[in-house]
């Protein structure tokens, strides 16, 4: 089992900044392919991007990228999507999830452990 808890989400202007963070417990952290996803009311969970267990690999959405970066930190057991020029339409609930295999990794249903969400507010 890998417990997933996300922190960081908040309100936020048009054009700012946030990080999120989510914390890792459980199995072997480096094990595992971290994925962001985000959820807005009355839309399907969509993938925002993913790093590989050593973090030398990253995706990121069409939607976000060039906004967004993700990044980890093995030995805090940490992952990170850091969202620059947030826009409106990027509110939503961001969710961390993990796996093992690097396949796919865009698929949420592909992935075995998700945290709570964390809600992202950004306003006009």
């Known amino acids: 089992q890998v417990q997933l808890v996300e922190s960081g989400g908040g309100l936020v202007q048009a054009g700012g900044s946030l990080r999120l963070s989510c914390a890792a417990s459980?199995?072997?952290?480096?094990?595992?392919?971290l994925g962001w996803f985000r959820q807005a009311p009355g839309k399907e969970r969509e993938s925002v991007g993913a790093?590989?267990?050593?973090?030398?690999?990253?995706y990121s959405a069409d939607p976000v990228k060039g906004r967004l970066t993700i990044s980890r930190d093995n030995a805090k057991n940490t992952v990170y999507l850091q969202m620059n020029s947030l826009k409106p339409e990027d509110t939503a609930v961001y969710y961390c999830?993990?796996?093992?295999?690097?396949?796919?990794?865009?698929?949420?249903?592909?992935?075995?452990?998700w945290g709570q969400g964390t809600q992202v507010t950004v306003s006009s």
């Open positions: 790093i590989s267990q050593s973090g030398r690999r990253t």
């Open positions: 459980g199995r072997t952290f480096s094990n595992y392919v």
């Open positions: 999830a993990a796996r093992e295999s690097i396949l796919d990794v865009a698929t949420p249903g592909r992935y075995d452990y």
